[in-house]
Structures are given as C-alpha cells and as structure tokens.
C-alpha cells in the first residue's frame, strides 16, 4: 500500500507545483503583452503624462534659452535718452566698434572763420553791461523781428545797458536780404561756416570769438536759443549779485552718459571721446558767462578736441580749464521743458523753452501788463 501510494502521492504533488507556475506564466505573458500595449497606445494616461512632462522640459529650456538672449542683449546696449538727462541706467557697454569712422562727429575747429556781416564797434557804442547773442538760422527772419519786439526791445534794464546781437552761419536766405536786414537793425553777425546742426559747436565757438575781440568791455554775456523766453528784468537783478570772473551758469547738467548707439541724436563713438561720463556742461537752450571766459575758452579749444554737441564740448573746455559751471541763485532759473504760460510763475524764472505753437506775441502782451505779476 505504502508502495502503491507513492506515485499518486507524487502525481498530486506535481499537480500541486505546476498550478503555481501556470499561473505565473499566465501573469507574466499578460504583463508583457500590456507593457507592449503601453508603448505602441498613446493614448494611456501614463504615457500622456510622459509625453506632456517631456513637452513642458523642452519649452521650459526654450524659454531660458531665449531669456539669456535677452539679458545678453540687454547688457550690450545704453539707455536711449539724451544726454540732457542726469537720471540714466548705466548698463555695460560694448567694446568700441572698429567700423565707426569718426568724420562726421568731430568739427572743424580751431579754424579760421571770417565775418561776412559784422558789427565791429556796436559793443564800444553801447557800452553794455549784458550782451545777448542769439544763433539763429538765417532764414528765420520772422523769429528775429519778434525777439526784438518781444524780449529783446529794453536796451536799458535797472539802469544798465543791454545789447542784441543774432548769430548766422551761410544758409538759404539770400546775402542781399541779409545786407537789409542788417544795416535796418544794426544786429546782425553772419559768419562763413554753414549753418547746420552738425556746426552748432563752430557756432558757438565763433560767437566767443567775437564776444572776446569786440566786446571784451562787458560784464556778461548770455547766449540763448530763438525759441525760448526770457525774463531780462530778472537776470539783470541775479548778475547784480554774481561773481563777474570764470563765471558760467545755467542749467547745469551733471554725469551725463554717452550716447553709444548709432541710432542716437546724440551718438558718439568710442573714437571721438572715450569716457562714458561727460564732464559737467550748462544746456545749450541758454547760459550766462563772464567776459573774461570767452578768451580761456577759445584758447582751451585749440587744446581739446572739437565735438559736435556744442554744450558738451564747452563743458569738455571748461575741464580743460579746471573750471566748472555753477548752479544759479535762482532756483529753477533756467527751464528746458516748457513752462505753462503763468503770469506769476513766469516773472520767477530767468528763461524757459516754449512750446512750438504758442503765440509769443501775446504771451508777452500779457506778461507785460502793467499790473503785479503775482
């Protein structure tokens, strides 16, 4: 019996380890046959959730990518604002570009400029304390006649004499109606450089020329644009009370940045200057000087290299002078945006730039009324 049991024992006992096995096999068949299905059906959550992670990387890189780019391209370039403008980004600037000719940014100065219109003895005549020079291109006849009508008619001021004279390069207007101009108004300087917004640094250079042969006598001089107004009655009582020695005010502009972009009003390359701060200068719009600077200043220039923003460059003199413009008394004397036409604000300040359409004939009208300002 014991020997009659034994292969039905181990019959059993093969039955009993085969079902694990087949089922085993069974599961494992299954689970391949499933990993197979995974990989060829995207449509399985799992595998969306594989392919949308791989997708958010790549865009994720991408995006880094470009934003690098950005900052890289951000670091390589400067603030596009005039440099008129003390509050400037101060980013890192590019190595200077070897392609840039210099020509058109320098000036060709010291040289030498003759008159072709003058008024040599108009300073020995009038004697005046003030000497009020205007540059002004010469076909704008119609902002001469309104400057002498307007702010520019009162030759004496707090009992002291004040003289007109316009500056002129060669431009459209014709030399014979010039000539008529002048002997008419006796105001006229014209020089023989042409008159353009690339010389405006020869402009200013010839009228401190003239101001040192002709009219070295005076106190001060104040060169202003055609388009601003200007409180004489108050300028005259500031000089009552300045120094009348390397004295120069205005509105005084301080660590300028230099314009390195060619698309700039004001560019200048690496080649033209090499700093990236230009030394302290007074806006061009209007400024006040001594009359012994004229003198200092011309001989500086034949020492510093001519540039074509003209106040910069008048600025780059004065350092070259160990001078500096001053502030004046007069807070906020000197206004480069437009001031709103007031009655009483404007009997405060010395002069401000106008707005293009605005009457300067009747803004003076009214200004000049005689009642109190204020």
Known sequence: MEDGGKPAERKLCCISY???LVILFFFCTFFTLYCLNLTENSSTWTYQLWSHYLQTTSQIKQQNTTLKQLFYNLSMTTTKMAPTVAQTILLPLPSPP??????PYLVEYPYKYNYIINEPTGCDELKPFLVLVVPVAPQNKEDRQIIRNTWGAKKVILGKNVALFFLL???KMGEKEILEESKQHKDI???????CYKNLTIKTMVMLEWLDI?????FYAMKIDSDMFLNLPKLMEMLQNT??????TGLVERAAHVHRYQSSKWFVPFEVFGENIYPPYVLGLGYVLSLDLPKKLVEASREVKALYIEDVYLGMCMRHLGLSPRDPPISRAFNVFPLQYNRCQYSRIIATTLESHTDRWQLWADFTKPEPHC
């Open 18 to 20: 085969r079902k694990p």
């Open 98 to 103: 070897k392609y840039i000719s210099p020509g």
């Open 169 to 171: 390069g060669l431009g």
């Open 189 to 195: 300087i014209q020089s023989d450089f042409v008159d």
């Open 214 to 218: 002709y009219c070295h006598q005076a």
């Open 243 to 248: 120094p009348n020695n390397n004295y120069l």
